[in-house]
């Protein structure tokens, strides 16, 4: 077989637009993810039933349901449904984002179960209640055990975003695709495409490591 890197070198401009849209769906999905991850968790861990079961049902079905069927339900479906048409890049950032949150959810939850039930004791021993202490003291002990399993995560996330290619959004794999029917290079095309990836994700791995090792240390 006959190696023609050439080709994929010549359409660097395309590789590029790619790696522009997947830090671009990466950042949107990892902020939603997290952040509505977070709020989820805390209703998971809710005393109160009407935050209960709503979150606990967001958690089991975005879950339970695979990530590409949820991108193509939301791109193909929800016009149909809603009055409004949705782009490529808001159906792949609503499946992913709403997926990362359910399993960002539990991460919460586990962390702020971790806690030990003495620190909920004092602060209501010194008068705070319930969402002073889960700020002030619960969440910052809780956040630091959940970094490892959060930053686990974004890399997720990361990778997820190939997903996006299913309903034509231009991020790397899609542009990995499109340089491959052109020039009829498969291996070339996503041999480079999967050395983009590990060239933004190894930093973030190595990271998680020293993330790791550092909290181990000061537990």
Same mark, same amino acid.
């Given at each position: ?13 395309? &590789?590029? *637009?790619? !790696?522009? @849209?997947?830090?671009?769906?990466? =950042? ?8 509505? %991850? ?50 490529? &890049?808001? *159906?792949? !950032?609503? @499946?992913?984002?709403?997926?990362? =949150? ?8 586990? %962390? ?50 190939? &997903? ?56």
């Amino acid at each position: 077989m006959k190696w023609d890197f050439a080709s994929v070198f010549d359409n660097t401009d395309a &590789l590029l *637009a790619g !790696a522009a @849209g997947t830090l671009r769906l990466f =950042a949107i999905c990892l902020v939603c993810g997290l952040s509505l %991850g977070l709020v989820v968790g805390l209703g998971r861990y809710a005393r109160s039933k009407w935050l209960y079961w709503p979150a606990t049902a967001f958690v089991e079905f975005f879950r339970n349901t695979p990530v590409l069927v949820q991108i193509l339900w939301f791109y193909f479906a929800l016009p149909i449904l809603l009055p409004f048409t949705i782009n490529p &890049l808001a *159906a792949a !950032a609503l @499946g992913i984002s709403l997926n990362s =949150a359910a399993f960002s959810a539990e991460i919460y939850r586990g %962390g702020i179960q971790s806690i030990d039930k003495g620190q909920w004791d004092g602060a209501r021993a010194i008068g705070m209640g319930w969402g002073q202490a889960m700020r002030r003291i619960i969440l910052p002990q809780a956040i630091k055990r959940m970094l490892p399993a959060l930053t686990n995560r974004a890399i997720e996330i990361f990778k997820m975003s190939t &997903l996006a290619s299913a309903v034509a959004y231009v991020e790397l794999l899609q542009q990995g695709k499109l340089i491959a029917s052109l020039n009829f290079n498969p291996i070339e095309a996503y041999t480079a495409v999967a050395v983009i990836f590990f060239v933004f994700l190894w930093p973030l791995v190595q990271f998680t490591y020293v993330l790791e090792r550092r909290l181990g240390r000061s537990e």
